[in-house]
């Protein structure tokens, strides 16, 4: 971003191929400041080894169904 090869208050659809439009209001920065409107991908109940037995392609399939649970630059 310092450098200008990236605008963290851009989308993230723009950046990440295969996201909902539903998330078209969502940022780099709402991500990096965990105000994306997102619920929690990793409550504390879940443990460690589960995840890893995960592919990428699976974890995205994963995260791109989930649902915002408040708007963008919010916090629950």
Do not use: C, Y
Request: net charge negative; aromatic share 6%; glycine share 6%.
């Amino acid at each position: 971003a310092e450098e200008g090869k990236l605008n963290i208050d851009g989308s993230v659809r723009k950046f990440v191929e295969g996201l909902p439009e539903s998330w078209e209001d969502m940022t780099i920065a709402h991500l990096l400041s965990h105000t994306s409107g997102l619920p929690a991908l990793f409550p504390e109940e879940e443990t460690w080894p589960p995840l890893l037995d995960n592919s990428t392609a699976r974890m995205f399939a994963s995260l791109v169904k989930l649902r915002q649970t408040a708007p963008p630059g919010t916090r629950e």
